[in-house]
């Protein structure tokens, strides 16, 4: 399967915690949309303020307990089949997937991580970038392989480091951005002018 599909691709996001990337997903992707429509929410966490969230936009959402890693994917493999999913995007899915599940998706699962990668890979970014001492950082999505924040780079963005910026200084700044990327980038995925 590549894209473009020649029809609306069906889209699932993996999240953790809070869910901003994925309401924005799906506010990019509503039903109807001739791209794409979010159709299916997973979270390893049964408490992620992403289900609520899914659950307000009327989203199918689903739970899915990570008792050990092969649990997890067989359970979320088994979705994803299920949904007729055509693309994943992990959005603040906070585990490490397997080389066998990322591929039986390669080409069709993404992430976004907070930096400019390859700088900043996995966790704090922005306290890494701030020990770093640069002068910018930002956001980028992935294609998703193996690694941890190794895959291909699909689009990326860069917001300044000011004086005296903390960690939440960052984050409050990168995250709008995140929230117009992501949904470009998979508008470049879908469109097939961006592969793996
Ligand atoms: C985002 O900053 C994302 O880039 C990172 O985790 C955060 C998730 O935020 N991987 P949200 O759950 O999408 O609000």
Request: with cysteine; charged share 20%.
């Amino acid at each position: 399967m590549s894209f473009p599909l020649g029809r609306p691709a069906r889209l699932a996001v993996l999240a953790s915690g809070r869910g901003s990337n994925m309401e924005s997903l799906a506010a990019a992707f509503p039903p109807g949309d001739p791209v794409a429509e979010v159709v299916l929410v997973l979270s390893d966490r049964a408490d992620a303020g992403v289900l609520e969230k899914a659950r307000a936009a009327g989203i199918s959402s689903e739970h899915v307990p990570w008792r050990d890693r092969g649990s997890f994917e067989a359970a979320a493999q088994e979705a994803l089949v299920t949904a007729r999913i055509d693309l994943v995007c992990l959005a603040g899915f906070m585990r490490l997937l397997s080389a066998d599940f990322v591929g039986r998706w390669e080409g069709r699962i993404l992430n976004i991580h907070p930096s400019l990668l390859p700088k900043h890979r996995g966790l704090n970014p922005h306290r890494q970038a701030l020990d770093e001492g640069v002068d910018r950082t930002g956001c980028s999505v992935h294609f998703v392989d193996a690694g941890m924040d190794t895959g291909l780079v699909v689009a990326q963005r860069s917001v300044p480091i000011l004086p005296g910026d903390t960690e939440e200084d960052l984050a409050a700044r990168v995250l709008p951005v995140e929230h117009a990327l992501y949904p470009e980038a998979v508008r470049l995925v879908l469109s097939g002018a961006a592969a793996s």
